[in-house]
């Protein structure tokens, strides 16, 4: 047995490999270890989606996942969700209609709408808001957060 | 925010993760999705000393039709079960859960197996008859969903006995309908009906079955609304009587949100809602 | 072309949609320490002992502290500002750390500081306190009755204080009325709840503090954790990165916030706190908690003669900075929209047992509002007029601004007969009342209701509301500094500290047509007090009225000093220096002109023939104290559906129109619209600060506390008419608050016009399914059995009140 568990994680498409205390969250990873702290916390208790990442292509709250549950596998945060000056159609349409305020729940929500946008590509306005339903925000009152997601949408999101 | 320590494992066959669970004794627990257990853990109101994590263990992850039922591996995550309309109401439960992260990890076996009557599938293998195979020390036993919920979180699994298969009858000629009324699109169902109807070719109900969430300390049957439909006409009228017995035998637990009375008055609301949903055409 | 007025989009966004924000919790300094307070369990209890020796044996504990251990730490209390003239405000003493007694669940009884996060969590769980409970009190008008157990016996009663004021004579207008209506309304306890959760880093290097931390006020901060901690101001740097929202709950001085700089300043190394959620929803301070008896007198013809109102607050159990100040903020709108020559108002603060209250977005703005727009409902019913009528037979008419009401508040301008017309030009209320009864047909209860509002923000004239107005120990002026870099840049410094707003964008679209420089290249900086301008912070809706004209007057200076060097340099008269799309150039003279860039470069590194009485340099600053607050103000109209049968309400429609002045951006001012409504559906609808009957809080999670999800919420339909306030240069007026201010009344209004064919007469908010449908039974005559009631619900047998299951359930979980 051991409190200390080998991980190996591909993170943005570059391959990482540490030792960590069994407990470590994903998203404790991922902030303190190595740096990506664009992956937020807002909860203590799944609701709230501000550290959603993918997780082998899906979306998943990684305060929720142990560190040593993801060994084995890729991880996308928002940091890696568009490479270069090129954004994402979703961050682009999260600036173009002011999809955010704080800031604090954007990256999140931009994971957890990437995932929906994979799962159904032209999603109604209702959809959207389902879809969603996984992340709060407390700022936009979500109208130009479903804006933007039928804006990227629109634009057709890259697989 | 951040859990008890505990040790980790993470076995590469079944065998090996039960005798890990049978050598530690209660306070070791098994890890699937991880989206039941995590949470109680961050809040420091679970506490195991070692998770035997199932996601290197072969052979649990499928979903497969046999003989008139389907035969679903216990780490078969909810957005599986969602994206497989084939399974009709399980589909349609699964897409109800919690949301899509949570859906993307929770899993079939871990959400039966934490025994929550607030949780969506538990009701749903009640009301389908279905039941689960479990791999113990002494072998492999199967346990009929009217015997695996026993209280509030706590089921008739052994400590050190896992969740292999969920096994369900196919409902393909059934019609069906759920209703889950929570606050927010998020949350646990306040309460939540699974109904799940077959029609006799005269139009009649021939069979009826209806899983019953967070109407008691384990998910529940509304019985008296089955034995009063069965054989009924299929109209509003009928089903509107029989809909008025399905807090019948119920003891709800009140809450923040609901009364113990309203909880019944929902159950039987919404008992009337899935029976109409699942007799639509 | 000028940018004010356009839809520029933010220049906070690139950061942030890429995972470059920088926030407070982000910040992770050399040798950090973690920081994890023990908080009591009890409601009210006496500390009897603290046994911190097996938490500082735990591998990687560097210190375990209690009240005492850290009583030498601090030279002064937590404060709280409020003196009103000729009132004592029952005041105890509240330290970071509690010595002796708890007052409510989550007061800070001791702090571990670890190496990890982990074990800091860890050692906290060996911390053994030992408390004597003693009763506690829950309830804010059983608090005032004889015998309630008191919060704080050296009172001798758990009344805080009582404040008054009056404008003309109510007790005549109430002998004389035709008609007079009375109302008893719950303005429930809310949560802030930004999904940033606060965190405060501290670090000590050679007697010099900082603190980063998730604050609205970082100068305000400053002043006072120096008193608190005893360092001098010149040696605290405090620093609000970017902050994740605050909706007034970062517009505090925490415990915590001098707790972390006490404990660097002792360890001599770096430390971290970083709240959780639990955390937040126990003792981030909370808002509303206001009951209020409203009367309206009037004549039959519905003109309406007096108002009055009792309002009781619920304090909680200490005074933060500002906790018995915000009931009152609400009382120069108290009057509505409406001019009412009669205004008596009477506030009584109350302790108890809870964590204490303070400003949440709209702060003492949307009570007052719901309870003018709920009883000018209630008059209409009993009067038999139509609501909207009666509305605009009292409306202050648009030519009578500046109006001065009954309190002696004036009213900068106005137009409330154009907002209204407006949104029925929006919303069809013909077509909507056969819609309502077609589907009453089929069993669809819709309803509509509607707030016409005016609110009073822009914090504020420092005579009005300081030490010789109000009584705030403060002022409320807002500072700027503006400098053009020598290339042409510009760099705006504002005394504001957004934190979601959008004000990099907006005050770079003032500061950016003012200097004839594209806002593109205008940088604001905020937020730390080592840099740049002095400043009072964000609330209040008072950062683009004060802080943006702030940038404006400093911006101005500089566009005349410009013009200086310019005229010098093109040997021409100041006064004939005009700017012209982006080019400072010569009065009927276009092909003699300069770039901003030209002239700043001149003004920094001068070429000879610079006069002598122009210094070098191109930069400014501006103080600016507004003459008068700002009024914005708006109609709404909501429409919701409601389940007669599972009582659950749900809006459908909204649609509103607002008016916040002049615009600078209109994409922000929608973007707060939004918000702002979504955070008053939220009170009507979901949220609510539960404590059950000994004091324990029952909402201690996101489970419980129903903050509402995107599924919950509407599609907005927002309009604006522009009426530019005379208070200050730009014509504008803040928006911050306004959608939540308005929203209240327009959700309870219309779950009631649903429900009236149900007989049901008032329900309280939150309007959750099962008091809707309690209500609804009551009006059908089923009532039955106990009613969920505001307070001490019955939780059932698996206590914790989870609602739901799962993480608030006990700890036998099974399998996964």
Same mark, same amino acid.
């Given at each position: 047995m051991s409190a200390s568990v080998h991980v190996e994680v591909t993170v943005n498409g570059e391959r990482r490999v540490d030792d960590v205390e069994a407990r470590l969250l994903l998203v404790h990873w991922l902030r303190d270890e190595l740096g990506l702290t664009g992956t937020h916390v807002g909860c203590d208790t799944t609701n709230c989606g501000a550290c959603t990442v993918h997780l082998n292509g899906e979306s998943v709250k990684s305060c929720t996942v142990l560190a040593a549950q993801a060994d084995g596998s890729q991880v996308t945060t928002i940091e890696g969700l568009s490479s270069g000056d090129a954004l994402h159609p979703l961050q682009d349409a999260f600036w173009e209609k002011h999809g955010l305020q704080c800031g604090f729940c954007t990256p999140g929500m931009i994971m957890a709408a990437a995932d929906l946008l994979e799962r159904n590509p032209n999603p109604s306005d209702d959809e959207i808001r389902h879809g969603l339903e996984g992340n709060l925000c407390r700022c936009t009152g979500y109208h130009n957060i479903v804006e933007a997601v039928k804006a990227a949408a629109g634009k057709g999101v890259p697989a | 925010m951040i859990t008890a320590p505990f040790d980790y494992e993470a076995p590469e066959t079944l065998d090996a993760a039960v005798r890990m669970l049978h050598e530690n004794g209660v306070d070791a627990k098994l890890l699937a999705g991880g989206h039941s257990l995590l949470p109680l853990m961050k809040l420091r109101l679970a506490a195991p000393i070692l998770l035997v994590d199932l996601r290197r263990v072969p052979g649990l992850h499928h979903i497969q039709r046999e003989n008139g039922s389907w035969r679903i591996g216990a780490m078969t995550r909810h957005a599986d079960l969602q994206d497989t309309p084939e399974l009709g109401v399980v589909a349609t439960v699964a897409s109800h859960i919690a949301d899509q992260q949570v859906r993307n990890r929770g899993t079939i076996g871990g959400s039966l197996a934490h025994g929550d009557p607030a949780s969506d599938l538990p009701a749903v293998l009640l009301a389908l008859d279905g039941e689960v195979t479990a791999q113990g020390p002494n072998g492999l036993r199967t346990i009929p969903a009217s015997e695996l919920f026993q209280d509030y979180l706590t089921t008739t699994l052994e400590h050190d006995e896992v969740i292999t298969e969920v096994r369900l009858p196919a409902t393909d000629d059934w019609g069906y309908g759920y209703e889950k009324f929570a606050r927010r699109a998020e949350d646990w169902a306040m309460v939540g009906v699974c109904a799940v109807v077959k029609e006799a070719a005269d139009g009649s109900c021939e069979d009826v079955r209806i899983g019953l969430t967070h109407m008691g300390s384990t998910p529940l049957r509304a019985s008296a609304t089955e034995a009063a439909l069965r054989g009924q006409p299929l109209d509003a009228d009928s089903i509107a009587r029989a809909a008025e017995q399905a807090a019948e035998g119920t003891d709800p637990p009140g809450d923040l949100n609901a009364t113990p009375d309203y909880k019944r008055h929902l159950a039987r609301v919404l008992t009337r809602r899935a029976l109409e949903a699942a007799t639509r055409a | 072309m000028t940018s004010v007025g356009q839809a520029l989009k933010r220049k906070e966004d690139p950061r942030m949609i890429t995972g470059r924000g920088y926030y407070t919790e982000d910040i992770t300094l050399p040798g950090m320490l973690y920081a994890t307070i023990v908080r009591s369990p009890e409601a009210h209890a006496t500390i009897t002992s603290i046994d911190t020796s097996a938490a500082k044996e735990r591998d990687g504990v560097v210190a375990v502290l209690t009240g005492e251990d850290m009583a030498g730490d601090f030279a002064g209390p937590i404060p709280m500002v409020w003196a009103p003239p000729g009132v004592e405000i029952n005041t105890p003493e509240h330290w970071p750390l509690k010595r002796g007694e708890v007052k409510h669940v989550g007061d800070p009884v001791a702090v571990v500081v670890a190496t990890t996060r982990g074990a800091a969590v860890d050692a906290a769980e060996d911390v053994f306190v030992e408390y004597d409970a003693k009763p506690a009190v829950v309830d804010p008008e059983q608090a005032l009755e004889d015998g309630a157990p008191l919060v704080w016996e050296q009172f001798g009663t758990n009344k805080t204080h009582e404040w008054a004021v009056a404008g003309g004579d109510f007790d005549a207008a109430q002998a004389e009325a035709d008609v007079t209506v009375e109302h008893r309304y719950v303005n429930h306890r809310t949560s802030g709840a930004p999904i940033e959760p606060r965190c405060s880093v501290a670090e000590a290097r050679a007697g010099h503090l900082t603190l980063y931390s998730t604050t609205q006020i970082p100068h305000i901060a400053r002043f006072i954790l120096s008193g608190m901690v005893g360092v001098p101001e010149d040696r605290l740097r405090v620093v609000a990165p970017d902050? @994740? $929202? $605050?909706? @007034?709950?970062?517009?505090q001085v925490y415990a915590e916030e001098a707790l972390v700089l006490a404990l660097a300043k002792r360890l001599g190394r770096p430390v971290k706190w970083t709240e959780t959620r639990s955390e937040h929803m126990t003792t981030s301070h909370h808002g509303r908690d206001q009951i209020a008896y409203v009367t309206l007198t009037a004549k039959r013809d519905g003109t309406v003669t007096g108002c009055r109102a009792r309002i009781v607050a619920d304090l909680g159990a200490y005074q933060q900075i500002l906790t018995p100040f915000i009931p009152t903020l609400g009382f120069p709108v108290m009057g509505g929209c409406y001019a009412i020559p009669s205004i008596d108002l009477h506030f009584t603060g109350v302790f108890t047992n809870k964590m204490p209250t303070d400003a949440i977005r709209g702060a003492g703005r949307p009570e007052a509002t719901y309870w003018i727009e709920l009883t000018m409902d209630k008059l209409a019913r009993e009067l038999g007029m139509d609501p909207l009528e009666l509305r605009r037979k009292n409306f202050i008419p648009k030519e009578q601004f500046p109006f001065e009401t009954a309190l002696g508040i004036v009213y900068d301008s106005g137009d409330y007969q154009g907002t209204l017309d407006r949104l029925l030009e929006n919303f069809d209320l013909d077509a909507f009342r056969s819609e309502q009864a077609s589907l009453r047909q089929q069993g669809i209860y819709r309803g509509v209701g509607f707030s016409t509002w005016v609110e009073v923000c822009g914090l504020a004239p420092s005579r009005a509301v300081g030490p010789q107005g109000v009584g705030l120990q403060a002022a409320f002026y807002e500072s700027a500094n503006v400098r053009v870099t020598p290339t042409g840049s510009a760099i705006v410094y504002s005394g504001a500290s957004p934190h979601g707003q959008g004000l990099d964008t907006s005050f770079a679209q003032i500061a950016g047509d003012i200097l004839g420089i594209d806002p593109e290249n205008v940088q604001v900086l905020h937020g730390d007090t080592d840099q740049g301008a002095w400043g009072w912070g964000t609330y209040g809706s008072r950062s683009l009225s004060v802080g943006g004209e702030a940038i404006a007057r400093a911006a101005r200076k500089v566009q005349d000093k410009a013009k200086h060097v310019c005229a010098a340099l093109l040997e021409a008269a100041p006064d004939d220096i005009e700017l012209v799309d982006g080019k400072y150039q010569v009065r009927g003279s276009p092909d003699k002109s300069m770039t901003m860039a030209e002239i700043s470069g001149a003004a920094h590194i001068p070429p000879n023939e610079l006069p002598t009485d122009i210094e070098p340099g191109l930069e400014e600053s501006s103080f600016y104290d507004p003459e008068n607050f700002v009024f914005p103000f708006g109609a709404h109209a909501c429409v919701v559906d409601v389940d007669a049968e599972t009582g659950k309400a749900t809006v459908v429609r909204y649609v509103s129109v607002d008016d916040c002045g002049t615009p600078i951006n209109p994409m922000l001012i929608d973007g707060q619209v939004h918000g702002g409504i979504a955070h008053a559906i939220g009170q009507a609808l979901y949220e609510q600060v539960v404590y059950d009957s000994e004091g324990q809080l029952v909402t201690g999670t996101f489970v419980d506390y129903a903050l509402p999800t995107a599924a919950e919420m509407p599609h907005f339909e927002t309009d604006r008419t522009e009426t530019p306030s005379p208070t200050n240069s730009l014509g504008v007026k803040g928006v911050g608050e306004a959608g939540t201010i308005a929203a209240t009344p327009a959700v309870v209004a219309a779950v009631h016009d649903a429900l009236q064919p149900l007989g049901v007469e008032w329900v309280d908010m939150p309007l959750t399914p099962v008091r809707v449908y309690e209500a609804i039974q009551a009006a059908q005559g089923n009532g039955s059995g106990p009613r969920a009631s505001e307070q001490g619900v019955d939780l059932g047998e698996h206590g914790g009140g989870a609602a739901g299951s799962g993480p608030t359930g006990p700890d036998e979980g099974g399998a996964a």
């Open positions: - | - | 902050v @994740g $929202g $605050g909706f @007034g709950a970062k517009l």
